[in-house]
């Protein structure tokens, strides 16, 4: 223990020294139980090995060589993976082999002077608990080059696993296509928070993503356009470029979740395939910035016809290429649609993707219809919902949700007027929109899950606490550009799509993570401020372009 410095000892004289309290790691999402040891901590040198001890789980060594190459850059070290303990020297040992009770994701992390040990039920609690650690190492550690160190890991005794299993992020390359280097970057980003599921929303009017093989138009005519954005190429995964995402996202422990959106949202489809307009006439690509504008023809029986042949056709073609259980089929902003043909498309969609084996994800107004079992509705209505629950004002969104509670689905919470990476932190944002008003990371991070569309007056939940799954914040890109108050007269107003996500990303991203991993107990937005404060430094060591947000204290 330092001796406290005179004159400094009485500030933090209930938590012990000085230097004590500044060593006091400072771990996003907080961790269930985290108890902070006095003592030098763990010193990490070029003698020290990564020690994966065997067991059953194949992608365990995995996660050893992943802590290796994560180390790799700032240390310059280049750190042995090992199957046995090397004798007489220190290491970082990582077990899956502890009890079930850890669950999938949960683990123990023990570190002091002689040692540190993660412990897990197998390789994906060892994958979280390496975020963890880290997360105890000096800032610089996440530098892309050779820092001097030295690198000590802070000694405490964690015990840890997530409120919710699916913790998610949503990533608007429809309206913005991100390169396949920058899809890696933010998967990287997001893993760092233990992030485990990523949404892909690959189809809009203003593009489709995906290459379906046996529609090419999809791809020549679809992905001509973003928002803002037409002409003279194309933009797309082609089948091997998403099962390069889907491998890379399981290498960080997330699924993928593909997104075709319908029937609205659908004018990139629109423009490629003929026979999905009710006069068999395709559209012109579209490129701007309105929602709300498109419907497949859903208004006669062969058109109902063509339709579900052709997302037969796309569902099983993203989902044999999508090892993950879900297919999300959107259904979000219809307000041309009729109940029979929007009822029509969920049942000829929900068909292909059940046919497939596939879980059904939808945007919450997918509700409003006939759904499989076991289906994942996603709400992204706000607060004015909730304030009409039971009265003669309850909105739409409301009744759909119920439906959908009515036919026993679970639900992710993307409330809007929270978990939407989209809104403008204030009226200084450059990019994103601010219909849900502005989102500093205050109110990103203050919200519950179990609460978010209860009853005001408290009486009860309309969707009952173990219907939740859990939470996904959401990046959508319709205003990926400077100046957004007015439409852009220039692409020069268009950034890096990775400029663009992690100005909006960072620091709201790691609230909604807090939200769906720390038991709600443990939520307190100024201790969440005080510790995210510390992580500006990692994101600036990694080259992160976070927003410094005012109402952080960065240190
Ligand atoms: C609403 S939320 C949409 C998106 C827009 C977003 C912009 C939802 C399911 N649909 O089409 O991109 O608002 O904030």
């Known amino acids: 223990l330092a001796t406290p410095l005179p004159g400094m000892a009485t500030a933090t004289a209930a938590t012990g020294s000085v230097a004590e309290a500044a060593a006091a790691p400072a771990v996003v999402p907080q961790p269930v139980s985290q108890t902070n040891l006095t003592?030098?901590?763990?010193?990490?040198?070029?003698?020290?090995?990564?020690?994966?001890?065997?067991?059953?789980?194949?992608?365990?060594?995995?996660?050893?060589?992943?802590?290796?190459?994560?180390?790799?850059?700032?240390?310059?070290?280049?750190?042995?993976?090992?199957?046995?303990?090397?004798?007489?020297s220190q290491a970082i040992v990582l077990d899956p082999n502890g009890p079930a009770s850890l669950g999938a994701e949960g683990y123990t992390l023990d570190s002091s002077s002689t040692g540190v040990t993660v412990t897990a039920y197998g390789a994906q609690g060892l994958f979280r608990g390496v975020q963890t650690l880290r997360q105890l190492l000096p800032a610089a550690i996440e530098s892309t080059s050779v820092k001097p160190g030295p690198w000590t890991v802070a000694p405490v005794q964690i015990s840890d696993s997530p409120r919710y299993s699916y913790r998610g992020v949503m990533v608007d390359v429809a309206r913005r296509y991100f390169p396949m280097s920058q899809l890696k970057r933010y998967i990287d980003q997001a893993a760092m928070y233990k992030i485990n599921t990523l949404h892909l929303h690959l189809t809009d009017d203003q593009g489709w993503r995906i290459a379906i093989g046996a529609i090419p138009s999809l791809t020549t005519v679809g992905a001509s356009t973003q928002s803002g954005f037409t002409g003279g190429t194309t933009w797309y995964y082609t089948a091997a470029e998403y099962q390069e995402i889907v491998a890379y996202a399981k290498s960080r422990f997330m699924t993928v979740v593909p997104e075709i959106d319908g029937p609205g949202h659908t004018s990139a489809a629109l423009a490629s395939v003929a026979n999905l307009n009710c006069n068999n006439t395709a559209i012109s690509p579209y490129s701007g910035f309105d929602v709300g504008i498109s419907l497949y023809c859903l208004s006669d029986a062969q058109h109902v016809s063509n339709v579900?042949?052709?997302?037969?056709?796309?569902?099983?073609?993203?989902?044999?290429?999508?090892?993950?259980?879900?297919?999300?089929?959107?259904?979000?902003?219809?307000?041309?649609a009729t109940s029979t043909q929007y009822n029509a498309y969920v049942s000829a969609a929900t068909a292909a993707a059940t046919a497939k084996g596939k879980t059904v994800m939808g945007w919450h107004q997918l509700g409003q219809s006939t759904i499989p079992a076991n289906s994942i509705m996603q709400w992204w209505?706000?607060?004015?919902?909730?304030?009409?629950?039971?009265?003669?004002n309850e909105t739409e969104d409301i009744q759909f949700v119920r439906n959908a509670v009515q036919q026993n689905a679970k639900f992710v919470m993307?409330?809007?007027?929270?978990?939407?990476?989209?809104?403008?932190?204030?009226?200084?944002?450059?990019?994103?929109?601010?219909?849900?008003?502005?989102?500093?990371?205050?109110?990103?991070?203050?919200?519950?899950?179990?609460?978010?569309?209860?009853?005001?007056?408290?009486?009860?939940?309309?969707?009952?606490?173990?219907?939740?799954?859990?939470?996904?914040?959401?990046?959508?890109?319709?205003?990926?550009?400077?100046?957004?108050?007015q439409l852009p007269t220039s692409t020069s107003q268009f950034p890096e799509p990775y400029v663009y996500a992690e100005h909006m990303t960072f620091p709201r991203l790691p609230a909604i993570a807090e939200i769906g991993w720390s038991p709600q107990s443990t939520h307190n937005y100024t201790d969440f401020s005080n510790r995210l404060a510390t992580h500006g430094a990692r994101w600036t060591a990694a080259g992160i372009a976070y927003y410094a947000a005012p109402d952080v204290p960065w240190s």
Do not use: C
């Not at 052709?310 to 041309?336: C, K, N, R, S, W």
């Not at 209505?381 to 003669?392: E, L």
């Not at 899950?449 to 914040?473: F, H, M, Q, R, Y």
């Open 414 to 485: 993307s409330p809007s007027d929270h978990a939407y990476l989209d809104m403008k932190y204030d009226s200084s944002t450059p990019y994103g929109l601010s219909w849900q008003g502005y989102v500093p990371l205050s109110k990103a991070y203050d919200w519950d899950p179990t609460t978010s569309t209860a009853k005001p007056n408290g009486t009860g939940s309309l969707v009952p606490a173990d219907k939740i799954a859990g939470v996904e914040a959401a990046l959508w890109a319709d205003r990926a550009y400077a100046g957004s108050n």
């Open 381 to 392: 209505g706000d607060a004015d919902d909730r304030a009409t629950i039971g009265t003669s």
């Open 39 to 88: 003592g030098s901590g763990f010193a990490l040198t070029a003698q020290t090995s990564v020690n994966v001890v065997p067991s059953g789980d194949p992608d365990a060594a995995g996660v050893g060589t992943y802590l290796a190459a994560l180390l790799a850059p700032a240390t310059g070290y280049t750190l042995p993976v090992t199957s046995t303990s090397p004798s007489g």
């Open 308 to 336: 579900s042949s052709f997302l037969t056709t796309v569902i099983d073609t993203v989902a044999a290429m999508t090892p993950g259980p879900y297919v999300h089929l959107g259904g979000d902003e219809t307000p041309q």
